[in-house]
């Protein structure tokens, strides 16, 4: 058993949760492979808003005339959003029409996506990023709600299965961002995923079902109740949280500065190039789609371990890139594919302590997620900028072995009782 698995709950006493039990959502049994692929297609294009900025940091920087050791807070600006947004619309999953919920974030989603494009300021950017952001949860609506249609013994595997599809979002919006950078600057990629954002409502429109019972009743106020006790009483979720702040914050130190060492001499690589290296990382995807299974098989806690101990390891081979880009991309590839094997593992056991509250525990676990990337970010740029890249694998590997070792000491503390 995973050591950090709750013991069973009883029932809740909150006024949100006792309202709750006459309109318990009553989905089918299994999402449908159309749909699961469907929920994968939108988390894809949702969660490459994200990381679009990336590979364009630098592009941004010269185009608006800000200092590169500040360009990174644009990351982290995004990342404010999506913390906000975690917490005050993921829940709503749980209470409004999921249908309603996600087409009504899709085409915000566009119309900050557009201001991000026309933004001729430093902080009209990091007010559009912000938005960006606070519309991308988008993506743990959808998460949740595949984890709410499938039966439980398939719920890692349904997760696996979409959070693929948020891998291969993340990957290819490094690729697609950098490519359509070279071909129409970076101000084209954001009004390229607009249009794209815009064309998803429509389909989901038309294929999504006409409504959903929530799962939850009460007010909003009562909702949002409901997410802080979350916090206090599933302990779940804290140590799940608790890894992705930090395996989230030693991917984000990676991917926010990678780009600086590669656009400079000597590599001096394109936006093209750069963005060819989030392909190298497709194993994360593979590790997706098998960590979920191997969590409902009860193999979370070592799935867990020998991840977070190819995470430490992935920073040695990134320390050479200077020398070898192979060294690189073997980096990438086992950082990549550790960091999501954790992410799908940590997801799973949380959704099976409360499978009533799905929405709620999505938004609540991914604020760590979030505080993580954000605090990455920044402190990759800052960090590069005082001290080079191996400095910033440094950073990354301390970080990473800080989640090994809480790891280790969870194990120690279970085998001791």
Wanted: aromatic share 8%; net charge positive.
């Amino acid at each position: 058993m995973d050591v950090a698995m709750p013991d069973p709950q009883t029932p809740s006493t909150t006024d949100l949760e006792a309202a709750a039990p006459a309109c318990r959502e009553r989905p089918a049994p299994t999402p449908g492979r159309y749909r699961t692929l469907l929920f994968a297609i939108t988390c894809a294009m949702a969660v490459a808003n994200v990381y679009f900025a990336q590979p364009l940091l630098e592009s941004m920087a010269a185009s608006l005339a800000v200092a590169p050791g500040a360009i990174g807070v644009v990351v982290t600006a995004t990342q404010a959003g999506y913390a906000v947004g975690l917490l005050f619309i993921v829940p709503l999953g749980d209470l409004l029409n999921r249908k309603r919920l996600i087409l009504t974030q899709l085409l915000m989603s566009a119309v900050a996506l557009c201001a991000v494009g026309l933004s001729q300021d430093w902080l009209t950017l990091l007010g559009a990023m912000v938005l960006v952001g606070l519309m991308a949860v988008v993506v743990q609506v959808v998460v949740a709600y595949a984890a709410a249609l499938a039966s439980p013994e398939q719920r890692g595997q349904a997760i696996g299965t979409v959070t693929s599809g948020v891998v291969l979002g993340i990957l290819l919006a490094r690729f697609v961002s950098g490519a359509v950078a070279d071909l129409a600057g970076w101000r084209g990629v954001y009004f390229v995923s607009a249009a794209l954002m815009a064309g998803m409502a429509l389909v989901l429109q038309r294929t999504l079902p006409a409504s959903a019972t929530p799962s939850a009743a009460g007010s909003y106020r009562q909702l949002l109740r409901s997410v802080l006790r979350l916090y206090l009483s599933e302990r779940t979720l804290r140590v799940r949280g608790t890894f992705a702040l930090l395996i989230f914050a030693a991917f984000s130190v990676l991917w926010t500065s990678m780009v600086l060492p590669l656009s400079a001499p000597p590599l001096s690589l394109s936006h093209t190039q750069i963005g060819l290296f989030g392909l190298a990382g497709v194993a994360g995807a593979l590790a997706a789609a098998k960590a979920g299974q191997l969590a409902d098989r009860g193999l979370g806690n070592r799935t867990t371990g020998i991840a977070l101990a190819l995470l430490t390891l992935s920073w040695l081979p990134s320390a050479f890139v200077e020398s070898s880009l192979l060294a690189m991309v073997i980096g990438v590839v086992l950082l990549d594919f550790a960091v999501q094997a954790v992410h799908v593992t940590n997801q799973s056991l949380i959704f099976a302590a409360r499978p009533d509250a799905q929405s709620r525990l999505a938004g609540a676990y991914m604020c760590f997620y979030s505080v993580g990337s954000g605090l990455g970010a920044a402190a990759a740029t800052y960090t590069y900028a005082h001290g080079g890249w191996m400095s910033v694998c440094l950073l990354g590997a301390a970080i990473s072995g800080v989640a090994l070792l809480y790891w280790a000491c969870l194990n120690l503390e279970s085998a001791a009782r």
